[in-house]
């Protein structure tokens, strides 16, 4: 069965520090998302791209982030300077179309 | 807004009782409702959706209701097994335009054997 993955599944970084979270969606999925969860917390909306630009971005999702498809597979998201406070799981996930998100395993990122 | 209200935040029951978890979601929510499961350290998976043009749908012992007028929806989960311990998150699309997954706070059953 075809999955969503991300690499690394876990990086550690010093704050400030650029960091970039790579996801390879399933390969006939249009509509791609980036979902952060912090430690305990609820699943939260970052950013969603379709047809090569980003469709809809949550407050969290400012300055500092940036998302990019850079090839044919990927789907990059750049933390540019990272703060203690992105420190959190972030999954990436793919759709097909309007409805249904596949999650891939997800990549911890640790600000130290 | 765009938002997505879960309750309870924990849940605990024994094996073989059933387990309710409740949602509601703001005006501007669309017509999908998924509920996703979550293990520790795992991605959240789907386990059972349900879009407006329906109010019900079974998958053997989870269950889904939704009420458009009230603007809630509700996961069942009937004769719970240990194996069903996770947090479970409810979630809602707002499609303004492009499609938004909202999901709930997450509530944390518990299954004692």
């Known amino acids: 069965e075809p999955e969503v993955t991300q690499t690394p599944s876990h990086q550690v970084t010093q704050m400030g520090q650029e960091v970039i979270l790579r996801c390879v969606p399933i390969s006939n999925h249009l509509y791609f998302y980036w979902y952060r969860q912090i430690l305990g917390q609820k699943v939260e909306f970052l950013v969603s791209?379709?047809?090569?630009?980003?469709?809809?971005k949550s407050e969290i999702f400012d300055d500092q982030f940036s998302v990019e498809r850079p090839d044919g597979s990927n789907f990059t998201l750049k933390i540019r300077s990272t703060k203690l406070e992105d420190s959190a799981m972030y999954f990436c996930?793919?759709?097909?179309?309007?409805?249904?998100?596949?999650f891939g395993e997800g990549s911890r990122l640790t600000v130290l | 807004g765009e938002n997505v209200e879960q309750h309870p935040s924990t849940l605990s029951v024994q094996e073989g009782d059933s387990a309710v978890i409740k949602c509601t979601y703001s005006?501007?929510?669309?017509?999908?409702f998924p509920w996703y499961k979550q293990e520790l350290g795992k991605r959240p998976q789907l386990i059972i959706d349900?879009?407006?043009?329906?109010g019900e749908k079974k998958d053997q012992r989870i269950a889904v209701t939704l009420n458009k007028t009230a603007k809630h929806f509700s996961l069942h989960i009937t004769e719970t097994q240990p194996e069903d311990s996770a947090v479970y998150f409810c979630a809602a699309i707002f499609s303004g335009g492009y499609n938004k997954l909202i999901f709930g706070a997450g509530t944390r059953l518990a299954v004692h054997p």
């Open positions: 996930a793919s759709s097909e179309g309007s409805e249904e998100l596949f």
């Open positions: 791209f379709y047809n090569n630009e980003i469709s809809e």
């Open positions: 005006d501007s929510a669309s017509n999908y």
């Open positions: 349900i879009r407006s043009n329906v």
